[in-house]
């Protein structure tokens, strides 16, 4: 333990060296500490640590005055305090070490949930260092005892699957990235996060959803509101373009293939893109067509599909069968009459334009069904009058 006066010293000190924003928050510390009110002592050094004219202070006010009084803090706020002073080490290897000695102040069968966001926090920085294995064996320990506990803070969920994103993101895996960074969305207020975080954490998700070879329902994305902060800005083009594979617009695609370059990962799998976007033209054209009252859209013929998704012929049976493998469409090939008849489509998230083509739609069946029902009243009573 520090001694007393040591505490007092330094909180004399800072107080003097902090900006003015931050002068009367710090003159409340020694009071508190003094009085041992512990409770109002953390959330009101939480106030200051969270603030970020405080950066240069972070590392002193954890060594020389938390430290002090660490044992009467909750311990997922300690892993907080702890990372917060973590960031600020120059040398990346020495805030791995700092936060592995912090998981073990906190290993213990009671502090297990401070444990983990600790190792979690520890992973973050081993991935920053190109430490994958490492970072690789904390998240299957996380797994293991996440799985034993029956009630965990939202923190350490958020802690959990952000580091799986990063991990995922590093490995390249882009389904598992978007899985588990749309997840993260869901444990954290926005507001916590800076412009630039929520533009970069955007941008990954629409690059992952465009490049994964799992994902052809992009609602999850387009519907949160993360979104609009891409659309509104100066990466507005991979709004339109993920709004463009949502809608199987493959002129869009052509048209933006140029903004390319300001993401080589698009740039690279630029053949893949082309496969995707066509498979997406397929869906929305069997999409236009379901309850069509035309009766020649009942069923698409191969030249109609080829049209539609801008593909030879002969490729179209092909794209079909890959579609239906996909789960993306249900329905029949008639090889020899050249058409197939699409039963069903895969649900996903509809623009404007989308909708009103669906209530267009509904209008055309609810006509049908009052033709029909009205062509049967006629027929009933035609061949039953009744008696005089």
């Known amino acids: 333990m520090i001694a007393e006066n040591q505490v007092y010293d330094y909180l004399k000190n800072l107080q003097e060296q902090v900006p003015s924003e931050l002068t009367q928050l710090c003159a409340e510390f020694p009071s508190l500490y003094e009085r041992k009110l512990w409770h109002q002592l953390t959330e009101r050094s939480l106030l200051f640590i969270n603030n970020p004219a405080s950066s240069p202070f972070r590392i002193s006010f954890y060594k020389t005055f938390v430290v002090d009084w660490e044992k009467h803090m909750n311990k997922i706020k300690l892993v907080s305090f702890s990372l917060a002073a973590a960031k600020m080490f120059k040398d990346l290897k020495e805030a791995d070490e700092f936060m592995g000695q912090i998981s073990d102040k906190v290993n213990s069968e009671e502090t297990k949930e401070a444990y983990i966001l600790s190792k979690l926090e520890q992973a973050h920085f081993k991935l920053v260092l190109n430490d994958i294995d490492s970072a690789q064996l904390i998240l299957k320990e996380a797994d293991q005892v996440l799985l034993k506990l029956n009630k965990i803070e939202p923190i350490v969920y958020a802690g959990y699957y952000r580091v799986s994103a990063d991990f995922y993101k590093v490995k390249a895996n882009f ?62 083009w991979m709004f339109e373009l993920l709004s463009a594979f949502n809608n199987g617009d493959i002129s869009k695609l052509d048209h933006l293939t140029p903004k390319f370059q300001e993401q080589p990962l698009l740039l690279q799998h630029l053949p893949f893109l082309h496969q995707k976007i066509r498979l997406m033209a397929l869906v929305e054209a069997a999409f236009k067509r379901q309850g069509s009252s035309n009766e020649n859209d009942q069923l698409m013929t191969f030249e109609k599909l080829a049209f539609e998704t801008k593909l030879p012929v002969g490729d179209i049976e092909h794209l079909v069968m890959n579609a239906l493998s996909l789960g993306l469409v249900d329905g029949k090939i008639d090889e020899i009459e050249r058409t197939i008849d699409f039963t069903w489509v895969q649900p996903r998230y509809l623009d404007k334009k989308q909708i009103e083509s669906m209530c267009s739609r509904l209008d055309s069946w609810s006509h049908r069904a009052t033709t029909v029902a009205g062509g049967m009243d006629n027929y009933i009573a035609n061949s039953f009058p009744l008696a005089e």
């Open 175 to 236: 389904g598992q990235y978007y899985k588990n960074a749309l997840l993260l969305l869901s444990c954290i207020k926005l507001d916590e996060l800076s412009l630039d975080e929520k533009l970069e954490r955007t941008r990954d998700l629409a690059i992952a959803a465009l490049l994964s070879e799992s994902i052809y329902n992009f609602g999850d994305l387009l519907s949160h509101p993360i979104i609009n902060v891409l659309a509104e800005s100066p990466q507005s």
